[in-house]
């Protein structure tokens, strides 16, 4: 017999605790089986949506763009929209270099590879790839995957079991810790390196593979790991390093190679991982090593092993891509243009924007309701930005997520800052002034 359901939502509760519950309160509900619990969640799906909440898969009618005009869940109506939460970073996906060379390889090779890479997908553009991303990471080898979350995950599952520690970041990437599962994961509180030591000292000598993986730039904070000082740190204690490069690769570093050429110690960081999903425009994702660990990876991380090859268009793209990268360095300049002219003004407005130093963006605000309200604001006004809630940050660090392109123009941000001090600022000098007028 079923256990006793311990929270079940009925409507009037529902709408009694809307503002109180989460994501989280969904996930795991003690002694509710799975259609119980997808239950609840179509009723608070269906009171988010009536409160216009459901900032969530809008419906593009144009792909990734700047501008982009959206399918208006509430009016059936398009809408064009100031797109600011996109991780097209070099706007590679509409380059008509990429476009021109996916379309080149779908006319060669067709619209798929066939199998899977080690039994008969693999074309010779994939090794082409591998080769290219190997050189633009300073490392030896490469290996591909289809998804960036698969490569990350794949790569640590086949690398670290109950022998082994994962040293992360308390803010790492969610494929990287469901990467480590089945291994000892031993936390480290963020970019906090005597912490970080810490924990070395600890269980450095309780483990047989130490690995201190963490990303090079965090997707919801937009600041960078101090890399260089993890990497002396890992030697001193005999551990492995591994960098998630998804935000830092095409953007930081003076040849946007990511983290390992901003704290110039390219070739020294065991394992560099990264997506193909964001500022080089199309999907997928890599880990780049020595020769050794690429082929051990090859034969032992699953994701890659039981996974079709990457289509010969993404491929294509890819390699086009990381070339635009390479010979087009305005593409980089502009969109560190645009970073510093949206971060001043924000910084001006008096927005809390954490320690952001890249294209993310976060505006923490710290109430879930009023990051929820103010979303479908800005959404009314045309500005697409996402709320980032709890579970996906802490508690009282929920925030409105933007990231930034080459392509915004001027005209862009500056019609998304006066809407967000239209929002944000505004309302809170008014209250501010009221109050000061009923005291006198
Ligand atoms: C830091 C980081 N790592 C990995 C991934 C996964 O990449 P992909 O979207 O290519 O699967 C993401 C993407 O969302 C990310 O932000």
Redesign the pocket.
């Known amino acids: 017999m079923k256990p006793e359901s311990q929270i079940n939502l009925n409507k009037e509760k529902l709408l009694k605790d809307y503002t109180e519950l989460s994501l989280a309160d969904f996930f795991d509900i003690p002694g509710n089986d799975i259609y119980e619990r997808a239950g609840d969640f179509a009723e608070y799906v269906k009171e988010t949506k009536k409160r216009k909440h459901y900032n969530y898969r809008r419906v593009s009618a144009t792909g990734a763009a700047p501008v982009m005009t959206i399918i208006d869940r509430y009016t059936g109506r398009e809408k064009e929209m100031i797109y600011l939460a996109s991780?097209d970073y070099l706007n590679l996906t509409r380059h008509p270099k990429t476009i021109a060379a996916g379309m080149v390889a779908l006319e060669k090779y067709g619209t798929g590879a066939g199998s899977v890479p080690l039994l008969g997908g693999t074309l010779d553009i994939h090794i082409e790839l591998e080769e290219k991303i190997a050189r633009f990471k300073g490392c030896k080898d490469a290996v591909i995957f289809t998804?960036?979350?698969?490569?990350?995950c794949g790569t640590l599952m086949s690398m670290l079991n109950q022998n082994d520690v994962a040293i992360l970041d308390i803010l790492?990437?969610?494929?990287?810790v469901e990467g480590c599962k089945n291994t000892n994961i031993k936390l480290f509180k963020h970019n906090d390196l005597d912490y970080l030591e810490k924990v070395l000292k600890r269980y450095s000598s309780k483990f047989r593979t130490k690995l201190i993986a963490v990303?090079?730039?965090?997707?919801m904070d937009g600041d960078i790991a101090p890399l260089d000082r993890i990497v002396e740190l890992a030697k001193a204690y005999g551990a492995y390093v591994m960098v998630?490069?998804?935000?830092a690769s095409g953007v930081i570093g003076s040849n946007g190679r990511g983290t390992p050429e901003h704290f110039h110690i390219e070739g020294k960081v065991d394992i560099v991982?990264?997506?193909?999903?964001?500022a080089l425009g199309t999907?997928?994702?890599f880990i780049a090593a020595s020769e050794e660990l690429a082929e051990y990876i090859r034969f032992f991380s699953k994701t890659y092993m039981f996974s079709t090859a990457m289509t010969p268009q993404v491929a294509g793209s890819l390699i086009a891509g990381l070339d635009v990268i390479e010979n087009e360095p305005e593409l980089r300049s502009r969109l560190w243009t645009n970073i510093r002219y949206f971060k001043g003004n924000l910084l001006d407005l008096g927005f809390n924007i954490g320690n952001s130093e890249t294209a993310i963006f976060p505006i923490i605000i710290g109430d879930d309701l009023l990051v929820k309200e103010a979303c479908s604001e800005l959404h009314e006004r045309g500005i697409y930005v996402n709320p980032v809630l709890y579970p996906a940050v802490q508690k009282n660090q929920s925030r409105i997520r933007i990231s930034l392109t080459s392509k915004h123009t001027r005209e862009h941000l500056d019609e998304t800052l006066n809407a967000l001090e239209d929002v944000f600022i505004k309302p809170k000098q008014n209250a501010e002034l009221i109050k000061q007028k009923c005291v006198v």
């Open positions: 991780n998804s960036g979350f698969g490569s990350n790492d990437h969610a494929s990287i990303d090079g730039v965090y997707s998630d490069e998804a935000h991982a990264g997506t193909f999903s964001k999907v997928g994702g």
